[in-house]
T-cell receptor
Framework: DADVTQTPRNRITKTGKRIMLECSQTKGHDRMYWYRQDPGLGLRLIYYSFDVKDINKGEISDGYSVSRQAQAKFSLSLESAIPNQTALYFC?????????????FGPGTRLLVL | RKEVEQDPGPFNVPEGATVAFNCTYSNSASQSFFWYRQDCRKEPKLLMSVYSSGNEDGRFTAQLNRASQYISLLIRDSKLSDSATYLCVVKIGNDYKLSFGAGTTVTVRA
């Protein structure tokens, strides 16, 4: 079984709709992240959380919100989807091993906003 | 200016060839460097960390040049399975944030 899972894997929605992307992990990591990936751009950080009670904005948080319901779960919401939020969304977890932080990514959610 | 810049490629090489490409970073306070591999429509996965003295992992060699602020990845004896996009990733100090390049695409042909 995958250590980091995302649901749904694909989603088509309409402008103005509220949608939620879910992420679960079985790695036992405290740190979780949400990124989006667009063609020709690197992954950009939307939100991150270092603990259940900790939520932090990344570089492109406008139009998004998150909830860290438990150590294993971190969900991303688009309150009112717009077409330029069409992208590939990745959840990630990380740990520090030997002083180096490694990020482990979920399989991604492809979102199309019409 | 982007924090991390990569030649998008694609680099098209025959099996068995050597291919190398660089990545430049803008922040001189960057301290940790990585190469991630991303297959088409899949998630990125850590390929290797890049250490100051350079390091090798099988057919892959990574180098860091702090003076010129670039890192490089060299793949020897390319295999078809090496076809992927290689993401350069940089971390500034102990900051939480990883900066990702847009990736360099490598296609190995039979």
């Amino acid at each position: 079984d995958a250590d980091v899972t995302q649901t749904p894997r694909n989603r088509i929605t309409k402008t103005g709709k509220r949608i939620m992307l879910e992420c679960s992990q079985t790695k036992g990591h405290d740190r979780m992240y949400w990124y989006r990936q667009d063609p020709g751009l690197g992954l950009r950080l939307i939100y991150y959380s270092f603990d259940v009670k900790d939520i932090n904005k990344g570089e492109i948080s406008d139009g998004y919100s998150v909830s860290r319901q438990a150590q294993a779960k971190f969900s991303l919401s688009l309150e009112s989807a717009i077409p330029n939020q069409t992208a590939l969304y990745f959840c990630a977890t990380s740990d520090l091993t030997g002083g180096q932080e490694t990020q482990y990514f979920g399989p991604g959610t492809r979102l199309l906003v019409l | 200016r982007k924090e991390v810049e990569q030649d998008p490629g694609p680099f098209n090489v025959p099996e068995g060839a050597t291919v190398a490409f660089n990545c430049t970073y803008s922040n001189s306070a960057s301290q940790s460097f990585f190469w991630y591999r991303q297959d088409c429509r899949k998630e990125p996965k850590l390929l290797m960390s890049v250490y100051s003295s350079g390091n090798e992992d099988g057919r892959f060699t990574a180098q860091l040049n702090r003076a010129s602020q670039y890192i490089s990845l060299l793949i020897r004896d390319s295999k078809l399975s090496d076809s992927a996009t290689y993401l350069c990733v940089v971390k500034i100090g102990n900051d939480y944030k990883l900066s990702f390049g847009a990736g360099t695409t490598v296609t190995v042909r039979a």
